[in-house]
């Protein structure tokens, strides 16, 4: 949680236990993928958490 703050200035978000990466690995691809094809920086944001403020 820590290591997601000081590299995105962002509070880090606890999805769950580590095995569930397994799932979300992929993603991480198909993103990459995006962004090459249309050379852009595209991402997946994460909204309505209690605490969190619109960017």
Known sequence: ME????????AGVDAGRLRL?????PLTAVLISINKAYK???????????GSTPA
């Open 40 to 50: 852009i920086h595209a991402g997946i944001r994460v909204a309505g958490l209690p």
């Open 21 to 25: 990466a397994r799932q979300l690995e």
């Open 3 to 10: 290591l997601a703050r000081v590299v995105t200035g962002r």
